[in-house]
């Protein structure tokens, strides 16, 4: 079964600063995506970020940017310049054409942001 | 933008009795799901749905839980008699297609169920 593990429970981060969230997966799978979420305390679960195991480049939205190292099965996020509202818990999550309509998801990583 | 929407945002209930947590997905979305998040844990998937029938479901979804969609627009899970253990926040989800075509999920903003 595919696995995603987030080794970091909680990250700290100075306004205005960059911090990466690691994410590590585990699959016999050549084609997958890998996402990441975001869960303020509001508790949705918004989209921050997607790609595609296909694409050799990295996916960047606005401030959000992921380091995707294929070979090594690693998936980090890097949140630049990071405000008040970047405040929340991160889920690093896998789906592919062979988990069905699955999402497995890492244990989430809870990130503060210091004024 | 549209969004998930759940109802109610907080449930409270007696061992053993029945609830119902209800969903409306994103109008023209076709997948409907259910993941649990036990608090302090990750989220689980629990089922997905389509063309109104359970395509998918995992070991957690057991004969105490059903879906159903009674109308064009409501998604529901009951627990027929909750259990302790079920105490968690229920998300539902929605997508386009099915997540295994990269359709990515959209999810409510989650039903705290607290079973006492």
């Known amino acids: 079964a595919q696995t995603v593990t987030q080794s970091q429970p909680e990250m700290s981060v100075q306004e205005a600063e960059t911090v990466t969230l690691s994410c590590t997966y585990d699959t016999s799978e050549s084609d997958y995506y890998l996402f990441w979420y975001k869960q303020p305390p509001s508790r949705q679960m918004i989209l921050v970020i997607r790609?595609?195991?296909?694409?050799?480049q990295n996916a960047t939205e606005n401030r959000f940017s992921v380091n995707f190292q294929k070979a090594a099965k690693s998936f980090s996020l890097k949140i630049s310049d990071s405000q008040l509202g970047d405040a929340a818990m991160y889920f690093c999550a896998y789906s592919s054409p062979n988990t069905g309509n699955q999402f497995y998801f890492g244990t989430g990583t809870s990130l503060t942001v210091i004024p | 933008e549209p969004e998930v929407t759940q109802t109610p945002s907080h449930q409270v209930t007696q061992m053993g009795q029945e609830v119902i947590l209800r969903c409306v997905p994103i109008?023209?979305?076709?997948?409907f799901y259910w993941y649990r998040q036990i608090l302090g844990q990750k989220v689980e998937f629990l089922v997905s749905f389509y063309n109104n029938e359970i395509s998918e479901k995992s070991e957690i979804f057991d004969d105490q839980f059903s879906v159903e969609r009674p109308d064009g627009s409501n998604f529901t899970l009951k627990i027929r008699s909750t259990k302790l253990e079920d105490s968690a926040m229920y998300f539902c989800?929605?997508?386009?297609?099915?997540?295994?075509?990269?359709?990515?999920?959209?999810f409510g903003n989650g039903t705290r169920l607290t079973v006492t």
């Open positions: 989800a929605s997508s386009v297609q099915g997540t295994g075509n990269n359709s990515p999920l959209h």
């Open positions: 109008s023209n979305h076709l997948y």
């Open positions: 790609q595609e195991a296909y694409k050799q």
